[in-house]
Structures are given as structure tokens and as C-alpha cells.
């Protein structure tokens, strides 16, 4: 019997070429721009002499005697990064063990956004609020005249660090499953001896993550620490006594060095230039270190991780347990849930009080002319060519940076065998974690000088996409793992082709993915300063509107606030430069606010 | 002319046996029920007549499906999957409207425009048995159906991109007496039209469905594990 056979019509099916074309050579641009950063870092080094062991060893930094010794920047950054995490961890780990174990479930969501309110705040108004509140503490405590100090440095750090230790510490606790909470309580332990040895053993590599990941963003940052730490060359510790009375000393850090004028001057060939360029692959080398060992123990490596062997200690937590004297079990329980509270109450304290300052301190932006009127002279006037500035710059830059991450994204789950697939992975959380003050460095010597842009807006937002991709890219990995792997085989039992799957069924998976992932890179690319100083923004003498791409600067918040900030003794810069913080803070929240919806929408559908 | 001929087909993970060695053969339009415990690689099995078989799984043995040699390299699976449509065990559906879901399969394999697209739509969701009750609905979001009427979703997105070859994994295993009723009424149209293979751990469903029933992975009396038999064919 002859077999039904159809018409050859529908046996052609359709291929779609341009789909694997299109995600390939967007997912290249990226790779190519990662490399193209140590590339350059590389090639500075090479264009002078540079002495490695002075680098490291010496902390004489003199460049018109050519002696470059990085030891004392090496310090302060090892010195004011430590500190930040060793006040930040701490009460993050408390905050988020309160907000997961303690606080009830349906408050949970809210704690948890309340605490990441702090990471929305852009870096140079945590830079203002340092100076207007923790240099003066420092100078009154440790009588330092102005209160730049490493400590400054650090305490305004601590702050930062604070909601990157609290999410992934609230993430790692949240995967310990309910049931072994259950267990644990049914065998009659109090809430806080669950939490002692059920849940912390479970979570510990998760909260370890966190630390980590605390400690590169410490590390990277460059504008709030560049206008407390007071930019001291060669302060070195004589002993090991010294080290604390350094603290509450002005000092450098290698971002601070970087971002201050040398860069320029320097030229962008020679000894100097290749010491800066050194001091520059020492910074990348340590934040990519840190930062991918923190999100693959965090598990967003997840595939093919090693599990470590469980310890005694990490099994055992609750085995040896510490006696305290005197204080029976349950008085014991009350008083480790009450400390456990009081540090998620000081959290929640944080960020009022930055809310409150930022609104009292920023009330210019609350008079609406504000933010449409031009700025006039060196500090009055409004915020409108910084604000169409910033619009033009980052609008650009998620036009940038979607495509590529989504191209990246695909190609690292679709695509990619498992080994090219985790080496992306290990690219875009190098990029994630790159200090942004690298991409202007490289931004400056590319595109102003290679490429005789000279300061041009599209620089700005060629280096903003950057640092907008990585969280594309993380979103649109995690919504397409995030399908059914039954979805996906009945697609392909229809007779559908890669492509067709991946336009048909992947691509609709991941585009809340991709809309969160842009909306909340955006939301970062729009406070960064560092990027923009070199390449893109004058502080004034800029049309709203650029006419062309060479020699085309904009004005943008970020820059405007960095530059009234450095001029902060007098009232009127302090009142516009509060104003626009305001004004960059409700844009970066805005950003996010408008996020949430596409997230719901993404759990939603899982 | 034979729809399915498999030979000695054994389904590994490194060194450890997961199905066979399995013996069958599907004639043309007839329908073949594939019985075993679970765990006995029914499942895979069937995923490997189409190359469905996930990552580290690997098959040996001679798979001839349609004319097509699975195992060879540089055969089409795709086009394959398309003459020899597989509906998975658990109902999936598309986050799309009913009509969408219906013509997923034929929208990509073929360049059909739209209003005949629609036709193939309306027939294989009768032959599904399931036109009836969304005829009024097309245009709603798939979701909004029951897990019974989605079963049958799955199947008419299978018999729209008119397969020779029909292989359906534990098609009523999640579903109510009802449902699966209406699965049977829908599987009975198709005997004796189409090639179907059919997995089920249901002995008696495999006996009201099909002209020839496979036991595979049960063992003998005396402890060995068997080879596929063929076991006696219902009246």
C-alpha cells in the first residue's frame, strides 16, 4: 500500500538564515569589545618602559623624575575595599538572614526591593553625600582637616556594598528548601538554631558570594571614592602600626589615579602612560578574579560547578554548639532574632536617611522650571541640556546594547557547546565587574584620539551600552533556562530548524528577559560618570543637541554633578549639583520602576 | 512497505543500559502499542526513532523510519520530525492563542498562506476531536484550556502538519476517564489511515487501540532481562 504522501511544497521548510548570522556577529561585537579593552590596556603597557617590580614594590610615584611606584594606591585600594566589606558584610548577611527567615512572607518582596533602593542611587551622589556628611564625621572623630581619608573612602563604600551583599545573600538563603526548615524545626530547635544549622550550612557558599562580589564592586568604583579619598600620592604605611593612622589619612586609590587628570596629560605612549596602563591591568585583573569566582559561587555558573565536599564544619554547624551561661535557649533565641532585626532595621534606617537627604538637600529639582531651564554661568540656572544630554547618551546606548545582548544571550544558551558557552559567560561577568573608569580610559584612547572623535556623545554612548550589556545579557540567559525543556522538544517534534526555533520559541521566551536586562542596565549606564568625563561631556559651552559625531560633547547629570561637586565650597554649586542628583536619581528609578512590570510578567510565565 | 523498521536498537548513557535491545516493525496505516514498566526506555525509544534523544543519550542499532536511516549522519531530522510528528507525554502548549498553537508545526515546515493554514487548522482539530468545543474560541490563549483538551491541542498541532508517521508517548496518562475517552475516539478515526506507534503502561487501552502490541524491558520468568516479543495481537 502506497503511503500518503504530501506535496512537495510542504517539505521545503523555510530556513532563516539571517537568525544564526545576526546573533553571531552581534555576540562577536561584544566578545571583540572585551578583548579590545585588554587589548588596549596591553598596548599601553608596551609603549614605554615600565618597571613591574617598582610598580609593585615602591610607592614613589613621581613622573616628571619617571619613577612610577604603585605600592601606595595598591594599598589604598586593598585598604578602603577591605574595610567597606568588613563593615558591609556583617550587617548585609544579618539583613538578609531577617529578611528571608524572620520578616512574613508577604512582606519579604518589599523588604528585599526596599534594600536594593540603595543600589539605584548612582555612584556620584553617594560621591556628594560623602562629602556633605561623612567627611565632616571623619574630620570631627579623627581630627583630619576636611576629613579626606581612606576611612571616608571606605564608610561611603560600605554603603554601596551594602545592597550588593544583601540581594545575593537574600538569593542564596531563599534556595535552602522549605522543607528542610520544616525538618529541622520538627526536631524541636528554636527559630534561630534552624537558621545556625539548617539554613546557613545550605547557604553559606551563596552568602561567601556575596562577599566577593561586595569586594570587586568596592575595588571598581571610582567616582564616590575619587571625591572623599583625597588623592594623596605615597602614602605608604612605615610599619605595621602605621596602617590605622594611614586610614584616617588622605590617600590614592588605583581608580582615583586613573580618573584624575595624569590620564590625560600623560600622552598615550611612554613611560608614564604605560604605568597608568599597568596600574589599569592590575585593576582588571583583580576585579575579574573576584568577580567571576563570586557569581559562579553565587551559581549563576550553575552547570558544571564543583560541589565541595560537605565539611565536618559545614554539616556539623549546629553539632558543637556554644554554650552561653546564664541564658537559657529561648531568652537566647529572642536576643539573636533581635540583633538579626536590628541590623535589618538599620538597613531600612540607611536608606530613609538617603532618601530624606537627597530630597531636602536636593529640593531645587523640586521647582519644575528647574528641569526645564537652561544652566547659566558656573552654577545657577537648571538642568535641561543635561537632561536631553543624558537622554541622547543613554537612549543610544539601549539601542546598543539590547541587539548585542540579545545576540550574546542566544548565543551563549542556543548556540554554544558547553565550553564556549561558559567561556562567554566567564566574558560578560568580566565585562559585568570591569571598573568603568577602564572603558573610559579605553573609550578616551580609541574612538577621541585613534579615531579623532575628540569628545563626541556616540563614544558616551558606545561605552554606556557596555555596561549595559551584562545585565542583558544575565536576563535573557536566565528567562530562555527558564523554559520547559517539554516546550522546546515539542517545537522541535514539529520538524522545526534551529532557527526556527530559536525565532519561533526562544526569542519570544527571552524578550521580557530582554527588556528588564535593558531597562535595568540603563538604569546604571545613567548614573556612570567616569565613562563620560574623558569622552563625551564638557561641563558647558555644549549645544542640547549635538549636530554631528566629531568633536560633538553633550552635557550630561552625571558629569554636571561631578564637576559642581569638586567645587562644592560654594552654596550655589552645592544647590544645582544636589538638585540634579535628585533629578538623576528619579531617572535611574524610573528605569527600574519601569522594569518591574516585564519582571512580574517573566516570573509569571515560568 | 514498512513505516518503522528498528533493529536491535539499544539506548545508552556511557556504559549503562537505558532501553533494549528492541526488535519491531510498523507496517503501513497500521497502529503498533509499545508496553513496558516504567523505566523500561519506552519513552526514549520512541525519541530516538526521531533524534530526539537528549544530550549525553546515545543510540545503537538500526532505526529505518519513513525510508529514512535515523542513524546515518546528514540525515534532515527535521524534515523527518515533520513526516513523523511525536506528541510528548505531558501536554505542551505554546504561549499563544488556540489557532496559533494548532497550525505551530505546519507554519514553519511549510509556506501554506494564511487562510489555508486556518483549513488544515479546523481539520486536524476535528480529527483531534476538539473542534467542537473551541470552534467559538480560536483566538483565545491556549493556557485557558483543560489538560484533557490540551492533550488533543497537541495532537491535532501533530496530525495538521499531516504526518505519515504518528508516534504518541503515554497519550492519556494524565488524564481523567473522560478525557482519555475522547483520546481514544480521536485515536480510533485514525486506525487504518495513518502509521501511529502508541507507548502506554495501559494493557488494556493498547488492546482497544492497536493491531499489534511490543513488550519491551519486563523480565522473563526466569530473571533475564527479554528481548522485545512480540506479544499476541488483540482480536
Redesign the interface.
Known amino acids: 500500500?502506497?503511503?500518503?504522501?504530501?506535496p512537495a511544497?510542504?517539505?521545503?521548510?523555510?530556513r532563516v538564515r539571517w537568525v544564526p548570522l545576526g546573533t553571531f556577529a552581534l555576540a562577536a561585537l561584544a566578545v571583540v569589545g572585551v578583548a579590545a579593552v585588554v587589548a588596549f590596556l596591553v598596548i599601553g603597557v608596551r609603549s614605554g618602559p615600565l618597571d613591574w617590580v617598582e610598580l609593585l614594590s615602591s610607592s614613589t610615584w613621581d613622573p616628571p623624575r619617571s619613577r612610577f611606584g604603585g605600592a601606595a594606591m595598591i594599598f589604598g585600594t586593598a585598604a578602603v575595599a577591605v574595610v567597606a566589606v568588613a563593615l558591609a558584610a556583617p550587617v548585609g548577611w544579618a539583613a538578609a538572614i531577617a529578611i528571608v527567615e524572620l520578616a512574613p512572607v508577604r512582606w519579604r518582596r518589599l523588604l528585599r526591593a526596599a534594600s536594593e533602593l540603595l543600589a539605584v542611587v548612582p555612584s556620584i551622589v553617594y560621591g556628594l553625600i560623602g562629602i556633605a556628611f561623612v567627611r565632616p564625621l571623619v574630620a570631627g572623630a579623627a581630627g583630619v582637616p576636611g576629613g579626606d581619608s581612606l576611612v571616608a573612602a571606605a564608610l561611603v563604600l560600605a554603603v554601596m556594598v551594602l545592597p550588593t551583599v544583601v540581594a545575593v545573600s537574600v538569593d542564596a538563603l531563599a534556595g535552602v528548601p522549605a522543607p528542610v526548615r520544616e525538618a529541622g524545626a520538627a526536631c524541636g530547635l528554636t527559630r534561630t538554631e534552624v537558621i545556625r544549622s539548617v539554613v546557613l550550612p545550605a547557604a553559606r557558599r551563596g552568602m561567601g558570594a556575596g562577599l566577593l562580589l561586595g569586594l570587586a564592586r568596592a575595588l571598581g568604583e571610582t567616582i564616590a571614592v575619587f571625591l572623599v579619598v583625597g588623592r594623596a600620592d605615597g602614602r605608604f604605611p612605615t610599619s605595621p602600626g602605621d596602617v590605622l593612622t594611614r586610614l584616617v589619612r588622605p590617600g590614592q586609590t588605583l581608580t582615583t589615579k586613573l580618573n584624575g587628570p595624569e590620564s590625560i596629560l600623560a600622552g598615550t605612549a611612554g613611560g608614564h602612560w604605560a604605568a597608568l596602563c599597568g596600574l589599569g591591568l592590575l585593576l582588571l585583573g583583580a576585579v575579574a578574579a573576584l568577580t567571576v569566582i563570586g557569581q559562579r559561587r553565587a551559581g549563576v555558573e550553575g552547570a558544571g560547578r564543583r560541589r565541595r565536599r560537605p565539611t565536618r564544619r559545614s554539616v556539623g554547624g549546629g553539632m558543637g554548639r556554644r554554650s552561653w551561661p546564664g541564658v537559657g535557649r529561648v531568652a537566647r533565641d529572642r536576643l539573636v532574632r533581635a540583633g538579626l532585626s536590628c541590623a535589618l532595621a538599620a538597613n531600612l534606617l540607611l536608606v530613609v536617611a538617603i532618601s530624606v537627604v537627597v530630597l531636602t538637600r536636593g529640593a531645587a529639582a523640586l521647582r519644575p522650571g528647574f528641569w526645564w531651564s537652561p544652566s547659566v554661568g558656573a552654577s545657577g540656572g537648571g538642568i535641561r541640556d543635561q537632561l536631553v544630554g543624558t537622554a541622547l547618551v543613554v537612549g543610544v546606548a539601549g539601542v546598543l546594547a539590547a541587539p548585542v545582548g540579545l545576540g550574546l544571550g542566544l548565543v551563549m544558551t542556543e548556540y554554544a557547546g558547553p565550553g564556549l558557552s561558559r567561556w562567554l559567560r566567564t566574558l560578560t561577568l568580566t565585562l559585568g565587574g570591569m571598573p568603568s573608569i577602564l572603558l573610559g580610559l579605553w573609550g578616551y584612547w580609541l574612538f577621541s584620539i585613534r579615531l579623532g572623535w575628540g569628545r563626541s556623545w556616540l563614544t558616551g554612548s558606545i561605552l554606556l551600552a557596555a555596561v549595559a550589556i551584562p545585565p542583558v545579557v544575565i536576563a535573557v540567559a536566565s528567562s530562555v533556562a527558564a523554559l520547559?525543556?517539554?516546550?522546546r522538544?515539542?517545537?522541535?517534534?514539529?520538524?522545526?530548524?534551529r532557527d526556527?526555533l530559536v525565532r519561533?520559541?526562544i526569542v519570544?521566551q527571552a524578550l521580557p528577559g530582554l527588556v528588564t536586562g535593558t531597562l535595568l542596565g540603563l538604569a546604571r549606564a545613567a548614573g556612570e560618570t567616569a565613562p563620560l568625563l574623558f569622552t563625551a561631556a564638557v561641563f558647558s559651552g555644549a549645544p542640547a543637541l549635538p549636530s554631528g559625531i566629531r568633536d560633538s560633547p553633550v552635557s550630561a547629570l552625571s558629569t554636571h554633578i561631578f564637576t559642581l561637586a569638586q567645587d562644592s565650597a560654594e552654596p550655589g554649586a552645592a544647590h544645582t549639583a544636589w538638585g540634579a542628583a535628585l533629578a538623576l536619581v528619579v531617572v535611574a528609578g524610573a528605569l527600574v520602576l519601569a522594569a518591574v512590570p516585564a519582571r512580574r510578567r517573566m516570573e509569571r510565565?515560568r | 512497505?514498512t513505516?518503522v523498521r528498528v533493529d536491535q536498537l539499544v539506548v545508552s548513557r556511557g556504559d549503562r543500559v537505558l532501553a533494549g535491545p528492541v526488535s519491531f516493525e510498523v507496517p503501513?496505516?497500521t497502529t503498533l502499542g509499545l508496553r513496558g514498566p516504567s523505566g523500561a526506555g519506552k519513552s526514549t525509544v520512541l525519541r530516538a526513532l526521531?533524534g530526539?534523544l537528549?544530550a549525553p543519550l546515545c543510540a545503537t542499532g538500526a532505526i529505518h523510519v519513513?525510508g529514512v536511516d535515523v542513524a546515518s549522519t546528514g540525515v534532515d531530522l527535521?524534515?523527518?520530525?515533520?513526516?513523523a510528528?511525536?506528541?510528548?507525554q505531558?501536554p505542551?502548549v505554546?504561549?499563544a492563542s488556540i489557532l496559533a498553537n494548532a497550525v505551530?508545526?505546519?507554519r514553519?515546515?511549510?509556506?501554506?498562506p494564511r487562510a489555508e493554514l486556518r483549513d488544515r487548522a479546523q481539520a486536524a482539530l476535528t480529527e483531534a476531536g476538539l473542534w467542537d468545543e473551541v470552534a467559538d474560541r480560536l483566538d483565545a490563549p491556549a493556557d485557558q484550556l483543560s489538560i484533557g483538551q490540551r492533550q488533543r491541542l497537541?495532537l491535532a498541532?501533530?496530525l495538521a502538519?499531516?504526518p505519515?508517521l504518528l508516534l504518541l508517548d503515554e497519550p492519556t496518562s494524565a488524564l481523567d476517564g473522560a478525557a482519555t475517552a475522547a483520546i481514544e475516539a480521536a485515536l480510533a478515526g485514525l486506525r487504518g489511515?495513518?502509521?501511529v506507534m502508541i507507548v502506554s503502561h495501559d494493557p488494556a487501552q493498547l488492546a482497544r487501540t492497536c493491531d499489534d502490541v511490543v513488550t519491551i524491558g519486563g523480565t522473563t520468568g526466569d530473571g533475564q532481562r527479554s528481548a522485545a516479543a512480540p506479544a499476541a495481537a488483540p482480536a
Open positions: 500500500m502506497p503511503l500518503p504522501t504530501a511544497a510542504l517539505r521545503a521548510p523555510a520547559p525543556k517539554e516546550r522538544e515539542a517545537a522541535l517534534a514539529c520538524g522545526l530548524r526556527q519561533s520559541v519570544p510565565n | 512497505m513505516a503501513a496505516t526521531v530526539l537528549p519513513l527535521p524534515a523527518l520530525r515533520a513526516r510528528a511525536l506528541v510528548g505531558t505542551v505554546f504561549p505551530f508545526g505546519i514553519h515546515v511549510s509556506r501554506l497537541c498541532r501533530a502538519l499531516e505519515e489511515r495513518r502509521s
